[in-house]
């Protein structure tokens, strides 16, 4: 640490002293590294004691180190936790690569890959622009030649795709291509897991191919816990710092420096091994002494009191130099001008200051970080007096921290110790201010061009707010601010907010105040957007029971917390949960608006949905037919709401066999919304996704094929490549490419849409066992019949258990299974099968559905043991399921 503050006599240098165990505990560390698997040096202590000075001590010994002609360089950076963005993983590694770049030019192609793969996924409505990259990113590279970032055409032909590139890309594409061929299958929160060991491999690549070693300082570890220690285990808020440190094996030393030891072993015994943690206590008299002495202070009774009123903390002994320089400038110190004990250093610092560093000082405690032009706005406001061209003067105090870029930052000692002295009032005043000017930065946002710099500025406005504004004033507040950065899917940022406000809400406000289920409902809304729907659902649930308490029943609020929670519900898989909620909202809005209502039209087009995905094809017909009335009647023929309404119907006519009734309506939805909303826009992908399931009904692949592979580049660019709906289409074209008798390009299909849906929709989902279901029959058609069993017998069960024992979906998978079992001569036990399933399809849809003449078809065949004959010249007919997207309003 230094001890040493900057001087205000220029020509007077202080040496860094002291501190030679640690510095000879780095040094033999640093001469060994590749001796371990990994080395971890950790230095703690409490708040002062010189921890922060020591880290920036140690970066000049490796300066040293490659100016000396050694025969390999060490490549070093640091970065500081107090930074409260940089505590976010993903943040983190944006910065480490970033300095590492800039600094030593080193390429972190998988980890920028793997990063603009992730923001493309959680934000699909912004396209990435190239000049957010430096000039040799792989990403801007990519961009120059392709018009957009979409990952699941690039990635996949990652090497192919190298090729096209600078030549330097083609040895890393060749040894990490099955690495990132994977990305575009993983879910954003995957990709999130994963970001550390992308951006290790990157820099363990660099270091193997170099033969350099690196050392990384991170400064202020314990803030990775604020606000955080009562959530989860301990060690959990790390793990990802872990996972970073495991894949950089031998070549890195990490420095960290915090007030606690790490308690890694309570997670791996292992890690003991690695561990050297070292207790940074008191300054010895002799080190403080010397301190003094090179500082200038020669007065033996002045050094005696220095060293016993600082205690051996070395911030108390810098403040105290300080105030020795600020009285030398004036007068000759004595021991009377300083205080005995570390309580009384601030009180004498104070004493000393003139009236305009100390105005200037309190004001610039309230802020965490300030620039230049910041100071010079702060003190113009509060008239502090003090000059706008000493800003370097002021900021030689040794409290006072610049980094390389100009931000400027307090000790927090000292911050605590001025906004304790000073009136409550103008600190409150100065947080007022510092909201305002945060949040005018926040104005009028692009949510396709949402700056780092916008997200620092939430998060310091959300800073001041919390001291600025009572809790329902912030909870407003919070709400208009955070949700341009809600649309561009910056959910990660703005979750932890929701999440602080929720508790503050809950302490001030009481668990059952109306602000309370707000921020509920919309924290729910957040985790559903990630996927989280198990953490969803509770809050939704408690949201729903505070509007029910404290509304009345018709609010609209309530009828907004239902729809969000049958809409979970629905994504789910759990029907029986949606129903009851999807009819309670459509009597509320009966009851509040008149029948021809659009709010009554969007609760009938949601309830017929609901209808139509349980397989009650009649009650959803009368449904959206009563929905399109009133559409028509009150918005007019060219609304994009009738396009809705017309696609859902001829989805419904389409599964319904009604394929002469479907086609117009699909055509005609389509003709409105490219007209309204232009080529690209999502629900464009949901009328093609559903008129390339018709085409394939009708036989018309060609044409199915070409709408299917627009529909995934469209959902690709808007909601991702993990998104439901992407899942959807990956099925589909799986089942064409069946149909098209290409097995092998069926299955990758399949195999992909079962893992999006198995890890985004959970494994006992519908639309699970839809996938299987085709697998099975795949697995059928091309003699691999034992394979196909297992797919078969898991998807009947997720669909009776799902959907009812009589759902089309559960006759299909009957169906398939009945084939099982005829094609491997076991006839009695496919005959009840096959009775069932038709049995099924009679009742559901009709005699004149395609599913009933198949069906027929394989009954009489099995019933009459003809089927060893017919398998010369036929085969049994294979339902193959295609999913659909129905939109809700």
């Known amino acids: 640490m230094s001890v040493c503050p900057t001087n205000f006599d220029e020509k007077v240098e ?34 002062g004691i010189g921890k922060t000075s020591l880290r920036k001590k140690l970066p000049t010994l490796l300066e040293k180190h490659n100016k000396s002609n050694q025969p390999t360089r060490v490549i070093w950076t640091s970065i500081d936790f107090a930074t409260e963005q940089y505590r976010q993983p993903y943040k983190f590694f944006e910065i480490l690569s970033s300095q590492l770049h800039q600094k030593y030019g080193i390429k972190f192609n998988s980890f920028d890959i793997a990063l603009a793969t992730y923001l493309k996924k959680i934000n699909p409505h912004s396209p990435l622009v190239k000049e957010n990259y430096s000039k040799d990113s792989i990403v801007r590279d990519v961009l120059d030649i392709c018009d957009e970032f979409v990952p699941v055409n690039l990635i996949p032909n990652v090497y192919s795709l190298a090729k096209s590139l600078p030549e330097r890309y083609q040895k890393w594409a060749l040894k990490r291509k099955e690495d990132i061929s994977k990305l575009p299958d993983f879910e954003p929160t995957e990709i999130y897991e994963r970001l550390p060991v992308y951006l290790a ?115 108390y002994l810098e403040l105290s130099i300080d105030i020795y320089r600020k009285i030398k400038q004036k007068e000759q110190p004595t021991p009377r001008n300083f205080a005995k004990v570390p309580e009384g250093i601030f009180c004498r610092f104070a004493k000393y200051l003139d009236r305009e560093e100390k105005e200037t000082l309190k004001v610039l405690s309230v802020p965490r970080y300030w620039n230049r032009e910041l100071f010079k706005i702060l003190i113009e406001k509060f008239n502090t007096g003090y000059p706008a061209t000493s800003f370097s003067e002021l900021h030689r105090f040794s409290f006072m921290d610049v980094d390389e870029e100009g931000k400027c930052s307090m000790h927090q000692l000292m ?13 409150k005043e100065v947080h007022n201010f510092m909201l305002d000017f945060y949040s005018n930065q ?5 949510i396709k061009a949402i700056t780092q710099e916008n997200e620092n500025a939430l998060t ?130 009966e009851q509040m ?67 002469d009734k479907a086609l117009p309506l699909y055509q005609r939805a389509l003709d409105i919304n490219e007209k309204v909303l232009g080529p690209q826009h999502p629900d464009i992908a949901t009328i093609l996704n559903n008129l390339a399931g018709l085409y394939h009904y009708m036989g018309e692949y060609e044409k ?3 709408l299917y592979q627009r529909t995934l580049e469209i959902i690709e660019k808007s909601q991702g490549s993990q998104h439901p709906y992407f899942a959807t289409t990956l099925n589909n074209i799986g089942g064409l490419y069946a149909s098209m008798e290409n097995y092998e390009r069926s299955l990758q299909h399949y195999q992909r849409a079962l893992d999006i849906r198995e890890k985004v929709l959970g494994s006992q989902h519908p639309n699970v066992a839809t996938t299987l279901n085709n697998i099975g029959l795949l697995y059928n058609n091309v003699g691999y019949y034992e394979k196909s069993l297992p797919f078969y017998q898991r998807a009947l069960k997720i669909l009776e258990d799902s959907l009812g024992p009589e759902h089309p979906e559960v006759a299909a998978t009957l169906n398939n299974l009945a ?59 294979g339902i193959i399921y295609f999913d659909t997207d129905n939109k809700i309003f």
């Open 593 to 659: 608006l008149s029948p021809q209502n659009p709010e009554v039209a969007m609760a009938l087009n949601d309830l017929a949905l609901l209808y139509s995905e349980m397989g009650n094809y009649d009650k959803a017909l009368s449904l959206y037919q009563r929905t399109l009335e009133i559409v028509e009647k009150v918005m007019g023929s060219q609304h994009q709401y009738v396009a809705t309404v017309l696609d859902n119907l001829a989805l419904l006519y389409s599964q319904m066999g009604c394929y």
């Open 704 to 706: 199915s094929l070409q």
């Open 460 to 589: 310091e406005a959300f800073y001041h707010a919390k001291e600025s504004l009572e809790a329902e004033k912030l909870c407003e507040w919070f709400i208009s601010v955070s949700d341009p950065f809600y649309r561009a899917a910056l959910w990660q940022l703005i979750t932890p907010m929701y999440e602080e406000i929720l508790r503050i809400l809950e302490a001030e406000l009481g668990p059952q105040h109306p602000n309370v289920a707000t921020t509920l409902n919309n924290l729910a809304l957040l985790y559903k957007s990630t996927g989280e729907y198990e953490k969803a659902l509770p809050l939704f649930q408690m949201a729903l029971a505070i509007r029910e308490k404290i509304l009345d029943p018709q609010n609209p609020d309530i009828a907004s917390t239902l729809n969000d929670l049958a809409e979970l519900y629905r994504m789910m898989g759990r029907y029986d949960k949606a129903f009851p909620l999807y009819q309670k909202i459509f009597d509320i809005y």
């Open 201 to 315: 491999h990157d820099l363990a690549d660099y270091l193997q191919n170099t033969s350099e070693s690196a050392v990384i300082f991170i400064d202020t570890y314990e803030a990775l816990w604020e606000k955080e220690r009562d959530k989860g285990s301990f060690n959990s808020r790390d793990e990802w710092f872990r996972k970073l440190i495991e894949n950089i094996q031998k070549s890195c030393l990490w420095v960290i420096c915090g007030k606690e030891s790490l308690r890694w072993e309570e997670v791996d015994e292992d890690w003991k091994n690695y561990l050297d943690q070292r207790k940074i206590g008191k300054l010895p008299e002799k080190d403080a002494l010397d301190l003094l002495k090179q500082c200038g202070i020669i007065e033996k009774d002045i050094q005696n009191i220095l060293i016993e009123s600082s205690e051996g903390v070395p911030y």
């Open 14 to 47: 202080c040496s860094f002293v002291d501190r030679k165990e640690f510095i000879e505990a780095f040094e033999n560390t640093f001469q060994n590294i590749g001796q371990k698997n990994y080395s971890i040096l950790v230095y703690y202590g409490v708040a």
């Open 442 to 446: 926040l104005k009028d946002l692009d």
């Open 819 to 877: 084939i099982f079992y005829s094609n491997i001569g076991k006839y009695e036990e496919a005959l009840p099968l096959f009775e069932r399933a038709v049995d099924i399809i009679e009742k559901k849809l009709g005699l004149n559905h395609p599913y009933f003449v198949q069906s027929m078809s394989n009954l009489i065949s099995a019933s009459g043991n003809l089927v060893n004959e017919w398998s010369q010249y036929y085969s049994f007919y």
């Open 415 to 427: 911050r605590k110790s001025l906004q304790d002295y000073q009136d409550p009032d103008l600190k």
